[in-house]
């Protein structure tokens, strides 16, 4: 999942990375080593398997949080409007936060403990994670009694046909596509034409792909096996959507509500309201809580204006938080600086969110490889570093596997950042005169955030001194990747994020880098379509053995930053957040990647 969106997710061996003390990135930043040794714990605890729940696991109510209380309205103060509401449409990690909230699915993630860091997947609106006799082939799940929509409607097995159905409509163009591939049996953007249409047009997935017997059952039918499917259902993406209520493109905008608030309200890009939804039944969830009666949301709310509303911690503020803006840059040291009144009230992790910038390998200047390298070599990643607010919110990244996910090599550094984050722009020059093209012209897209305008200003200057002609263009953060995921976007290099969809590398490299995926909004940005990395996905997609896998990854990890060069990774993510006074039950949660919405009351 994306960034700025940004996704979750950790893996499946023990090999965790040092943070990396930058000189020249401490100031603006934090130089609490205490923290860093925290941040490279939580990496290594994020590593740790989940393993899949039975029918006792799935039973609800959510375990109580302690010292929690029903109540209040809750200020949620937030950088980016939501581009998307429908469940199917979601892929970048803010909405993916807000939707913990507003959909359920067959499967979800359940905190097995009070600070975030331990889960098993277990059924949401299913009675259990999903029953397979085949090593994965067929999956069964028999719907819990008692679960409906927020208009009362109960949920069945027609609305989950539904839901599947309609992921292969053209309009859907933004969410996962795992299991519509899984279904179709086949890889990149080809799985629509198992139903082109979706299901408006009177076409049905037939049976032998999708079974739904009876009103409380439905059955999956691959033709490989898919041992990974509970994982893949509990993404947002994969939520139920109402039958009767799916208005098609309109559904984006005026979504039908499972979970245990509805929306009230909501004007893109000013605000939103959310009260509770009186048809979510907490005896059939396990994972979510219900205590809070109202959140009221404020958008265009920058990290420094979040940052100093809940540290001033007056009125409204006091029973304030934000679900994902970080603490920003400025103020990062006087949150994290000894204050222990403070400190009490932040939370912090190590996030599996590996940055990226891009080259738009559509353009033909830029399928001259030297070029490509010249912009590796030039440019720079201290001013990304010190723009989130130093080595407490990032550290140079060498490849595109975070230190939280297996197969993670530290000692891969192939332009030199760990040693040298301000760039080489004399190797950079010597290249690109190399290749005759001193003075190309390159079109900067970044997003149009504080942050952005920050590091980007610094990166076009020294592209600028590398012997580029660098024009700088703003991209609005609410629909950045929206702009920046179309095939056909004007712009020659710019920042996306990614991080794994579950515990596996298979949700990194094949999603960003698969040939085949490339399509308006597919999470492919660079538009790389490299015959050697597709074959080398479909290959280790096969290896059982996860070591053996997590090897492979690397391997195509490295080919793709060191040879192919279509991005250029930039920071591993982490993540420091802080709430107001009077907000209780605050996590850092593993999965989320941030604040827990769903443990949330007011003190």
Sequence with gaps: MSRGGRQTYAALSVLAAGALVLTGCSKGGSNASDNEKKDQQNAKQQQASIKFGNASDSQGPAAAVPGAKKGGTMEVLQRDSYAHLDPGQIYVSDEGSLATLLFRGLTGYKATSNDGSKHEVVGD???DSGTTTDGGKTWKYTLKDGIK???GTPITSADFRQTFERLFAP??????????????NTSGSDYRKLLPDGPYKGKHLPDSVLETPDAKTIVFHFQKPHPDLPYALAMAGYAVVSKKGDT??????APIATGPYKIQSFKSGKSMVLVKNTNWDPQTDPIRNQYVDQFNFTFNVQYEGSTKALLADTGADKTGVSFNNSVDAGNINAVLGGNAAIKARTVSGYQPYVGQININMKHAPLQD??????????????PIVRAFGGSSAAEVAGGFISPTVSGYDA??????KKKNPGGDAAKAKALLKKAGKLGLKLTYGYQNTPEGQQYSTAIAAALKNAGFNVQRQDIPAETYYDQVGKV??????????WGADWPSASTVIPPVFDGRTIADGSPNYSHVNDPKVNADIDAANKIADPVKSAEAWEKIDQYLAKDVINAVPTIYYKQVQISGSKVGGLVYDDVIGGIDPRRLFIK
């Design 171 to 184: 309009f859907i163009n933004q969410g996962p596509t795992y299991i519509q591939q899984w279904m179709a």
């Design 411 to 416: 000692s891969f550094d192939p332009w030199g």
């Design 248 to 253: 098609q493109q309109k559904y984006d905008k």
């Design 488 to 497: 056909n976007n004007n712009y020659d290099i710019y920042a996306s994020a």
């Design 369 to 382: 490889k030297t070029v490509r390298e010249a912009i590796a070599y030039a440019l720079p990643i201290t």
């Design 125 to 127: 609106l299913a009675t």
């Design 149 to 151: 929509f927020q208009d």
